[in-house]
């Protein structure tokens, strides 16, 4: 069991940087992959990286590589989501789920991958 809990959404403006949290309220998430994963007003939720139990990371979204990064921490049960150069485009609700599947990322950004997941935290970027 493991219940994910997101924070750090925010304003900011056009190539500015914000980090976001996701901490495990109930449960350990030191031997789960995270998954981040993002929807914009009007689409589907999209995969953005994936962090394994070793700290490697997985890129799921060509629009993001370069910009956005991935960390853990597992002594304080969180992980991290850098983004940096942030454009108008990347406002969102961002979302991190828990993959049980032997800490290992999924090839693939699909949701369906996922076990667990938090209740997601707005960012918007103005231009």
């Known amino acids: 069991q493991l219940q994910l809990v997101e924070s750090g959404g925010n304003l900011v403006q056009s190539g500015g940087s914000l980090r976001l949290s996701c901490a495990a309220s109930v449960g350990g998430l030191r031997y789960f992959a995270i998954g981040w994963f993002r929807r914009a007003p009007g689409k589907e939720r999209e995969g953005v990286l994936c962090i394994d139990d070793t700290g490697t990371i997985t890129n799921y979204a060509d629009s993001v590589k370069g910009r956005f990064t991935a960390s853990r921490d597992n002594a304080k049960n969180t992980v991290y989501l850098q983004m940096n150069s942030l454009k108008p485009e990347d406002t969102a609700d961002y979302y991190c789920?828990?993959?049980?599947?032997?800490?290992?990322?999924?090839?693939?950004?699909?949701?369906?991958?996922?076990?667990?997941w938090g209740q997601g935290t707005p960012v918007t970027v103005s231009s």
């Open positions: 789920g828990g993959d049980i599947n032997g800490g290992r990322c999924p090839t693939t950004g699909n949701v369906n991958e996922y076990d667990y």
